[in-house]
């Protein structure tokens, strides 16, 4: 009998593997929109992978696939001939290799990426480095019984089953599975109804089991960090965080008995073995009746083979009917469906093209917060693909909306299907905080951002910062503001300041005075946090500054070239911030393709006798997101290397292969100008050279980067032991001022006033002034502007706010 079972089983993971298609990595060049539709009209599944829009897409193809693509005459770049075999080659080699972090900027330069600890409890799959069917279940139940009161025991969603076709030669079997949810809270066995809820989910398809990873490890972050993390506290005890961790486990099981090592790359669920893809078969009723309904009109095949098949009808399938009656049980304001890959945030909707929500603009300014770590691309799903029932959409909208309106997400996560295992943690990281972020949106929620540059000048000085509303939560427009001082030469803050009645995405600057110790010494760090309290949830950013007098070792308005050598750049005069012009790579309209260029400074910098440095500068681009870029870089050998620096602004590159991967640079399109201040520590005690570096690939060209009013600031010995800095004695008052404002020099020399808006625009500039003078500013829009006072090649910027 066990030599006949064993014989059955062997036949059967022959057929298996004999059914089983090979997939190849393959770059498919469409070059028109035209061209990708009826891609798209082949069966041929476009919403994953590294997608150069209007131009090629990477992805994983089974050959079927391609030759499809071959038929319509496009042309098809094998990149990787067996998808499978090769990631099962590069993970038996990553067993031996570190684990990789995502690279991030350091603290000094730019917003780093939060470094968040491995939970003790998570661990890697047998699959490859990723979880079973099994293993996801076993993780569940062990949150439960380390964590009871803070999670439910896992249970069905509803009375569903899986009707996928049968299989037992995996433990849980292919078909009759339930969905399994699970509830994270402070009191998890009770649905509190006063508490906004938030749905996360992923493994809609099979084939993407890095977005099961990532769940699993936000879960146990969370429960691990209750006590600890005050953070997560707060999440935790004001929210209901759900999770369906599996959507589809027929599929995800068969990729296990298929692929047991990993690298399986079934799609679909499993019924009548064809399978149906889920994430097609979900409605949505354009104007809330079924004459309306979208479901398999576009980006879907009626062929059974096909990976977008969208099955008999709309909820055809056991697991669109458990997401259906589970979405509409509850309450929920955002939910998130975690995909791979792409490094993508996804927003409806996606059955018609350029067509976003009637809140597109909320869309806009929560997402943009969401992956302003991670640094994913938020788009429309429509700029991916095309493609009528998807999750996104119902969750949205609906059909005939028994629920609210919900805030769904979709997420394209990492670079391929099957990350070798040594991404995973890194993976898991890069989520960590778009998670939280969603988390906290469901609240009255504000965030606060510091606006003061890095110096500071006097005793007594205003703590500029910038207050955000971006809580979706009906009466989230409430905000606190304080300072709370972390460094001892802070003698005394003003009073918290209370905000009110703020829309979605409102902002407002403000400041909070801080009095400086006397005896604090040029060169001495201030250090402060900034709270805002929205309520249930709180933020608090850490500023740190440095007290002294600057000197300017370079200040170069960008008129024109002649401080410079450069490759191919140009003089704009049509956009700028200070008269008459900018610096730009394309000067002549928009930038070619295959360009590499640079503008060197030609000045060698002297920080030999620095104690701290910086560089700014204002800049703004229209740069091809993830492709094309912009680099600040600094030299140390005279111009033979070059290293790039971490600014405000900066991204790290993307992983597609033309960008240099995890290096900061500017891509994407910042329209306005900002004023871009680099940290300058790592060369303190050298002699360095500074450049701009600007690359285009072969398609796709945009308006370019432009920069303006380069500064190079200095905090040295010389100037640690002066004292009588003229620029920095000058009196503005008052502050605030309704009509003038008054300046008593602490001489007769003559000096330079200026007057810029916060876009670092000059509205004002008057030279040769001597003694006391008063400037009227009455017909001025209200708001924060910079004073700035230029004296024997020194210069003090102050900040006055004009009411």
Not at 20 to 31: C, E, F, G, M, W
Not at 462 to 485: C, H, Q, W
Not at 514 to 521: A, R, S, Y
Request: proline share 4%; net charge negative.
């Amino acid at each position: 009998m066990k030599k006949l079972f064993l014989l059955v089983l062997l036949i059967s993971i022959s057929g298996i593997s004999q059914k089983t298609p090979i997939y190849k990595k393959a770059k498919i060049r469409y070059n028109t929109i035209s061209n990708f539709k009826a891609l798209s009209k082949l069966g041929i599944p476009l919403d994953h992978g590294i997608h150069k829009q209007g131009v090629f897409i990477i992805s994983d193809f089974s050959e079927k696939e391609i030759e499809a693509a071959k038929s319509l005459g496009l042309q098809v770049d094998i990149l990787i001939e067996d998808v499978g075999a090769d990631f099962l080659k590069r993970n038996e080699m990553a067993k031996n290799q570190d684990i990789v972090q995502n690279p991030s900027c350091s603290t000094t330069g730019g917003d780093a990426t939060i470094d968040y600890p491995t939970p003790t409890n998570f661990a890697l799959g047998s699959m490859g480095g990723y979880l079973t069917y099994q293993e996801m279940l076993d993780n569940l139940d062990a949150m439960h019984s380390k964590y009871p009161n803070l999670i439910t025991a896992r249970a069905n969603v509803g009375n569903f089953l899986t009707n996928g076709t049968p299989d037992s030669s995996v433990s849980p079997s292919i078909g009759g599975n339930a969905l399994q949810w699970v509830r994270i809270s402070d009191n998890p066995n009770t649905d509190e109804t006063t508490e906004p809820e938030i749905l996360y989910n992923s493994i809609h398809h099979a084939r993407e089991p890095a977005s099961l990873s990532q769940l699993i490890y936000y879960m146990w972050y969370l429960l691990e960090n209750y006590e600890t993390d005050p953070e997560v506290k707060e999440i935790v005890d004001a929210t209901e965080l759900y999770f369906i961790p599996v959507v589809n486990p027929d599929g995800y099981l068969y990729n296990q008995v298929t692929n047991p090592n990993g690298g399986g790359l079934w799609r679909k669920n499993r019924f009548n073995t064809h399978g149906v893809d889920i994430n097609r078969n979900y409605d949505h009723y354009k104007d809330g009746t079924p004459a309306t309904a979208v479901w398999n009109t576009v980006g879907t095949s009626n062929n059974t083979s096909s990976e977008i098949y969208a099955g008999t009808s709309a909820f055809s399938e056991v697991e669109t009917q458990a997401m259906k009656w589970f979405i509409d049980q509850h309450d929920f304001t955002i939910s998130i469906d975690n995909h791979t890959s792409g490094d993508l945030l996804l927003m409806p909707y996606g059955f018609e093209d350029n067509n976003p929500t009637p809140e597109g603009d909320i869309y806009q300014v929560i997402s943009e917060e969401m992956v302003s770590q991670n640094n994913y691309n938020n788009i429309l799903i429509t700029e991916l693909t095309v493609a009528a029932g998807g999750s996104v959409d119902y969750i949205y909208g609906g059909t005939t909306r028994p629920h609210k309106r919900i805030f769904g997400f979709g997420t394209e996560i990492g670079d391929s299907f099957w990350p070798t295992s040594n991404l995973i943690d890194g993976i898991c990281k890069e989520m960590m905080f778009l998670n939280l972020k969603a988390a906290k949106l469901i609240h009255n929620y504000g965030i606060v951002e510091d606006n003061l540059p890095g110096f500071i000048h006097q005793n007594t000085f205003n703590a500029t910062y910038t207050v955000k509303r971006l809580g979706l939560m009906d009466s989230g427009e409430n905000f606190m503001v304080s300072i709370i001082p972390t460094s001892n030469n802070i003698t005394s803050v003003g009073t918290p300041k209370s905000y009110n009645g703020f829309t979605i995405g409102q902002t407002q600057e403000d400041f909070i005075s801080i009095n400086l110790d006397n005896t604090i010494q040029n060169g001495d760090q201030i250090m402060y946090d900034v709270k805002i309290d929205s309520g249930d949830i709180t933020e608090t950013i850490s500023v740190t500054k440095t007290f002294g007098n600057l000197s300017v070792v370079v200040d170069n308005n960008a008129n024109s070239l002649n401080e410079y050598t450069n490759q191919g750049w140009g003089i704009s005069t049509t956009t700028f911030v200070s008269a008459t012009g900018s610096i730009t790579e394309s000067p002549n309209g928009n930038y070619d393709s295959n360009q590499n260029k640079t503008i060197e400074y030609n000045q060698i910098i002297d920080l030999s006798s620095a104690q701290a440095a910086n560089v700014q500068y204002y800049a703004k681009w229209n740069i091809e997101n993830n492709w094309d870029y912009a680099q600040f870089e600094v030299s140390t050998d005279g111009g033979t290397s070059w290293i790039s620096q971490c600014g405000k602004y900066t991204n790290p590159g993307s992983v597609n292969g033309f960008q240099p991967e995890g290096e900061p640079l500017y891509d994407g399109n910042q329209n306005d100008w900002i004023l871009e201040e680099i940290d300058l520590s790592d060369y303190l005690g050298q002699r360095i050279k500074i450049r701009f570096q600007f690359a285009s690939d072969d398609q796709v060209n945009n308006d370019g980067f432009y920069f303006d009013d380069l500064v190079v600031n200095s905090l040295d010995q010389s100037v640690l032991n002066v004292s009588d800095n003229l620029a920095s004695l000058f009196k503005i008052f008052p502050n605030p001022t309704n009509n003038v404002i008054k300046v008593q020099p602490p001489s007769l020399e003559n000096y330079t006033l200026k007057i810029r808006n916060i876009l670092g625009q000059e509205i004002f500039k008057k030279e040769q002034n001597t003694g006391y003078q008063e400037f009227n500013v009455s017909e001025i829009n209200p708001g924060l502007y910079f004073i700035i006072i230029e004296i024997n090649k020194n210069r003090k910027v102050y900040k006055v706010l004009k009411q």
